[in-house]
């Protein structure tokens, strides 16, 4: 795998998989408060370390060795309409890098907080489905 295929791959990661946590949440878990509360929170580990192999990985190497369009997915169209066009698309570069993990390394202390301040809730899979 190369270095833009694996900044790529972790990238998709941090982005569906605590999405994907959120829909199982909201279709399924409800019933299971430790279940809702594990996948949220297994989810958002498992971003917050993908985003730190990022940065750890790619933040510190020279433009040379990771251009910036090395790193760009142009892979879905939205609209096209004549000369206007919107795509699905994502371009890693070392600001959002660091921007990804503050938000994951914020995203994932709010969750280990709420474990405790939601315990009795009564909406406490709700609330993990939406954080």
Same mark, same amino acid.
């Given at each position: 795998?190369?270095?833009?295929?694996?900044?790529?791959?972790?990238? *998709?990661?941090?982005?569906?998989?605590?999405? /994907?946590?959120?829909?199982?949440? $909201?279709?399924?878990?409800?019933?299971?408060?430790?279940?809702? #509360?594990?996948?949220? /929170?297994?989810?958002?580990?498992? #971003?917050?370390?993908?985003?730190?192999?990022?940065?750890?990985?790619?933040?510190?190497?020279?433009?040379?060795?990771?251009?910036?369009?090395?790193? #760009?997915?142009?892979?879905? =169209?939205?609209?096209?309409?004549?000369?206007?066009?919107?795509?699905?698309?994502?371009?890693?570069?070392? /600001?959002?890098? /660091? *921007?990804?993990?503050?938000?994951?390394?914020?995203?994932?202390?709010? =969750?280990?907080?709420?474990?405790?301040?939601?315990?009795?809730?009564?909406?406490?899979?709700?609330?993990?489905? $939406?954080?």
């Amino acid at each position: 795998m190369t270095d833009s295929e694996l900044k790529l791959t972790l990238a *998709m990661v941090v982005l569906f998989l605590p999405l /994907l946590a959120a829909a199982c949440i $909201g279709l399924g878990a409800r019933r299971w408060r430790g279940l809702s #509360a594990g996948l949220s /929170l297994g989810a958002s580990i498992i #971003a917050f370390v993908c985003s730190l192999i990022l940065f750890i990985k790619f933040h510190g190497a020279p433009s040379s060795i990771v251009p910036a369009t090395d790193a #760009a997915f142009n892979g879905i =169209q939205w609209l096209h309409l004549g000369d206007f066009k919107v795509d699905f698309a994502a371009l890693i570069d070392p /600001l959002s890098l /660091l *921007m990804l993990l503050i938000v994951t390394t914020v995203g994932t202390l709010v =969750q280990i907080f709420s474990l405790a301040y939601m315990k009795t809730d009564a909406g406490y899979s709700r609330y993990f489905a $939406g954080l």
